[in-house]
């Protein structure tokens, strides 16, 4: 139990004063502060000792809700103490002026419709008390968050040299030296600093204000796994096969395993018609707050089919025979394919591949929830590589990454490539990043005919790393399961989003990305091929993830290796085409020195050399 001292008082001593009404609502200011409408206003109170990490998961926290368009504004101890309270010591009474003063300046942050960041140690349960009842008084939100760090710890930390000062006698009265710190009754939250990172404890608060409804759903960088966990698995396979069924496509499993393992979170299913229209309409998700989803993640279906289930409240969803999915409360609507088409790729075009798709899949479309029967497997010799959003946050972690860049591919990496995330790599240490990781993430989903096959690509990926182009200590190599849409812009939306799913805070955005040539004459592009990366740094959704834009690489004939392009000298690079380097490796010769790492090259050579024999 902590020191027994009176309650504050928090008594009126001037007189004539009378409180004032604002003219314009909490709800009104809500709808117009911030990008994420509705009221937000609340008080977080970071209490603990100094050291804990009060301050840094505070400014953290701000850093984050302000970048997802959520008003935050932070209140340090010492920030106060320079000017408000600067007339204040350390006594006592000081303390208790100093956290009513506080308390009221977050009060009216809060009640401005601004989530009020408040870090100070306040080793007193009554001051802490004050605060709350101040907020509570006028219908405010306050949270409560004990930054449980042990004194042993903090005194090793000691980032300001204080403890060291306390312990011998020069500073006077300091929190868990020669003054007590009373533990918090009952925090709403409690957070061990000691070997987490400060994204963990950001994220534990998130969650907490997310089920205290002060943020939206949206706003939670959680991963929705629809996966059957295993110890219900036996039992969510035999209901699926006493349910009516219906057989997909491996189209159909390849989105099935994107929603199943959460790269389209905060989906729980394929898209009934409300969400499906959001995402043609606006690009987003608009239901508890905005999330880009720019492409639509859907199941076709016959009509034959539709009849045959549209009384059904679940079924069973077949991959070659076998359950994969159980798909409840199901809305079936109608596959307007055409507007679809349109709005998605900006034409209705057969000579376009995945529009075909669309053309020949069933005339209707079905929504519903999804649990997913277990981890979908290929068994092709490269499962090792699927890892879900949330393995590799782990795997991050145990890399100890404190920045991560991802690279979206879905051809064979050449050195101008390799270039690229090298010198992004640089830039971020630069910055001041320790250990910032790459995300080496070729797409393993559906791709077009003449595109390199993924098991190639692969052992082309990893030729690269061997070879120390790329350091394979600072990247992972993983499969992005997601099928390949060739839809520029609003799909380059879906591949970067997709990846913050992974935790990844950095995007490299190439020249034409997720982009084809025109299947009519004349020869052209279907998309501008700066547009892609100009789209991504305005896209809604996704202002937490930086953009890096993609500097034009070419061979350097000089250098004899791949270089960022210099117009000044022009006629000194050789700008290597995809058609050119493909007529290389059909005949067997060698690119110029530098342009390829000589294993990775041998890989792809045999690959379009195998091709001329069949």
Same mark, same amino acid.
Not at 121 to 133: M, T
Not at 514 to 519: I, K, W
Not at 598 to 610: E, G
């Given at each position: 139990?902590?020191?027994?001292?009176?309650?504050?008082?928090?008594?009126?001593?001037?007189?004539?004063?009378?409180?004032?009404?604002?003219?314009?609502?909490?709800? #009104? &200011?809500?709808?117009?502060?911030?990008?994420?409408?509705?009221?937000? /206003?609340?008080?977080?109170? %970071? $209490? +603990?000792?100094?050291?804990?990490?009060?301050?840094?998961?505070?400014?953290?926290?701000?850093?984050?809700?302000?970048?997802?368009?959520?008003?935050?504004?932070?209140?340090?101890?010492?920030?106060?103490?320079?000017?408000?309270?600067?007339?204040?010591?350390?006594?006592?009474?000081?303390?208790?002026?100093?956290?009513?003063?506080?308390?009221?300046?977050?009060?009216?942050?809060?009640?401005?419709?601004?989530?009020?960041?408040?870090?100070?140690?306040?080793?007193?349960?009554?001051?802490?008390?004050?605060?709350?009842?101040?907020?509570?008084?006028?219908?405010?939100?306050?949270?409560?968050?004990?930054?449980?760090?042990?004194?042993?710890?903090?005194? #090793? &930390?000691?980032?300001?040299?204080?403890?060291?000062?306390?312990?011998? /006698?020069?500073?006077?009265? %300091? $929190? +868990?030296?020669?003054?007590?710190?009373?533990?918090?009754?009952?925090?709403?939250?409690?957070?061990?600093?000691?070997?987490?990172?400060?994204?963990?404890?950001?994220?534990?608060?998130?969650?907490?204000?997310?089920?205290?409804?002060?943020?939206?759903?949206?706003?939670?960088?959680?991963?929705?796994?629809?996966?059957?966990?295993?110890?219900?698995?036996?039992?969510?396979?035999?209901?699926?096969?006493?349910?009516?069924?219906?057989?997909?496509?491996?189209?159909?499993?390849?989105?099935?395993?994107?929603?199943?393992?959460?790269?389209?979170?905060?989906?729980?299913?394929?898209?009934?018609?409300?969400?499906?229209?959001?995402?043609?309409?606006?690009?987003?998700?608009?239901?508890?707050?905005?999330?880009?989803?720019?492409?639509?993640?859907?199941?076709?279906?016959? $009509?034959?089919?539709?009849?045959?289930?549209?009384?059904?409240?679940?079924?069973?969803?077949?991959?070659?025979?076998?359950?994969?999915?159980?798909?409840?409360?199901?809305?079936?609507?109608?596959?307007?394919?055409?507007?679809?088409?349109?709005?998605?790729?900006?034409?209705?075009?057969?000579?376009?591949?995945?529009?075909?798709?669309?053309?020949?899949?069933?005339?209707?479309?079905?929504?519903?929830?999804?649990?997913?029967?277990?981890?979908?497997?290929?068994?092709?010799?490269?499962?090792?590589?699927?890892?879900?959003?949330?393995?590799?946050?782990?795997?991050?972690?145990?890399?100890?990454?404190?920045?991560?860049?991802?690279?979206?591919?879905?051809?064979?990496?050449?050195?101008?490539?390799?270039?690229?995330?090298?010198?992004?790599?640089?830039?971020?240490?630069?910055?001041?990043?320790?250990?910032?990781?790459?995300?080496?993430?070729?797409?393993?989903?559906?791709?077009?005919?003449?595109?390199?096959?993924?098991?190639?690509?692969?052992?082309?990926?990893?030729?690269?790393?061997?070879?120390?182009?790329?350091?394979?200590?600072?990247?992972?190599?993983?499969?992005?399961?997601?099928?390949?849409?060739?839809?520029?812009?609003?799909?380059?939306?879906?591949?970067?989003?997709?990846?913050?799913?992974?935790?990844?805070?950095?995007?490299?955005?190439?020249?034409?990305?997720?982009?084809?040539?025109?299947?009519?004459?004349?020869?052209?592009?279907?998309?501008?091929?700066?547009?892609?990366?100009?789209?991504?740094?305005?896209?809604?959704?996704?202002?937490?993830?930086?953009?890096?834009?993609?500097?034009?690489?070419?061979?350097?004939?000089?250098?004899?290796?791949?270089?960022?392009?210099?117009?000044?000298?022009?006629?000194?690079?050789?700008?290597?085409?995809?058609?050119?380097?493909?007529?290389?490796?059909?005949?067997?010769?060698?690119?110029?020195?530098?342009?390829?790492?000589?294993?990775?090259?041998?890989?792809?050579?045999?690959?379009?050399?195998?091709?001329?024999?069949?």
């Amino acid at each position: 139990m902590g020191i027994q001292r009176e309650i504050i008082k928090n008594d009126q001593k001037a007189t004539n004063v009378f409180a004032q009404k604002h003219n314009v609502s909490r709800t #009104k &200011r809500g709808e117009v502060l911030g990008s994420r409408g509705g009221f937000r /206003g609340c008080t977080i109170w %970071f $209490t +603990g000792l100094s050291g804990a990490g009060k301050t840094t998961i505070s400014f953290a926290l701000e850093e984050y809700l302000v970048a997802r368009g959520i008003p935050a504004y932070g209140l340090d101890g010492d920030n106060v103490r320079t000017g408000l309270n600067k007339n204040l010591g350390f006594a006592p009474e000081d303390r208790e002026e100093n956290i009513r003063r506080v308390a009221e300046v977050g009060k009216l942050f809060a009640d401005s419709g601004v989530v009020a960041l408040c870090s100070f140690v306040s080793p007193y349960n009554n001051d802490r008390e004050l605060a709350r009842q101040l907020h509570k008084s006028v219908g405010l939100p306050f949270f409560e968050i004990h930054v449980a760090t042990s004194l042993e710890e903090c005194e #090793k &930390r000691d980032v300001k040299g204080l403890y060291k000062k306390a312990r011998a /006698g020069i500073i006077k009265g %300091f $929190t +868990g030296i020669d003054q007590p710190y009373e533990i918090p009754v009952n925090p709403e939250v409690t957070i061990n600093t000691e070997n987490r990172t400060v994204d963990d404890c950001v994220q534990q608060i998130v969650e907490v204000l997310q089920t205290n409804n002060i943020l939206p759903r949206s706003v939670v960088e959680k991963v929705i796994d629809l996966t059957v966990p295993e110890e219900n698995l036996e039992d969510a396979i035999k209901e699926a096969e006493d349910l009516p069924s219906v057989e997909i496509t491996k189209l159909d499993l390849q989105w099935l395993q994107v929603l199943g393992e959460g790269w389209a979170s905060p989906l729980t299913g394929f898209m009934r018609e409300r969400e499906f229209l959001q995402c043609q309409h606006f690009n987003c998700l608009l239901d508890d707050g905005v999330t880009n989803q720019s492409v639509p993640v859907v199941l076709p279906i016959s $009509t034959a089919e539709k009849d045959k289930l549209s009384s059904c409240k679940q079924f069973t969803l077949r991959y070659n025979g076998v359950a994969k999915a159980i798909i409840r409360d199901p809305e079936f609507y109608e596959h307007r394919k055409e507007e679809r088409c349109a709005r998605q790729f900006g034409m209705f075009n057969d000579g376009h591949p995945y529009i075909k798709m669309i053309n020949d899949s069933g005339d209707w479309l079905v929504g519903g929830d999804v649990d997913v029967l277990g981890r979908i497997l290929w068994n092709d010799g490269l499962d090792q590589y699927r890892l879900t959003p949330n393995q590799l946050r782990a795997q991050f972690r145990e890399m100890h990454a404190d920045a991560v860049f991802a690279f979206q591919l879905r051809n064979p990496v050449h050195n101008g490539h390799a270039l690229l995330m090298n010198d992004c790599k640089r830039q971020l240490v630069e910055r001041g990043f320790k250990k910032p990781v790459l995300l080496l993430h070729p797409l393993g989903g559906w791709t077009k005919d003449d595109d390199v096959p993924l098991s190639v690509r692969m052992e082309q990926h990893k030729a690269i790393m061997d070879e120390g182009v790329l350091d394979p200590e600072s990247t992972v190599l993983a499969i992005f399961p997601s099928p390949m849409m060739y839809a520029g812009p609003t799909e380059v939306q879906w591949h970067a989003k997709a990846r913050m799913s992974t935790g990844a805070n950095f995007y490299i955005v190439g020249r034409d990305p997720a982009g084809m040539p025109h299947p009519d004459p004349p020869k052209r592009d279907i998309y501008e091929p700066t547009h892609g990366g100009k789209v991504l740094r305005m896209a809604p959704g996704l202002t937490q993830l930086e953009i890096i834009p993609f500097k034009v690489a070419a061979y350097d004939m000089k250098a004899k290796a791949m270089a960022f392009f210099d117009p000044h000298r022009k006629e000194d690079f050789d700008f290597i085409s995809g058609t050119r380097m493909r007529g290389l490796a059909r005949s067997g010769e060698m690119p110029p020195d530098g342009f390829m790492a000589p294993k990775a090259w041998t890989v792809l050579s045999n690959y379009y050399q195998s091709l001329a024999t069949k």
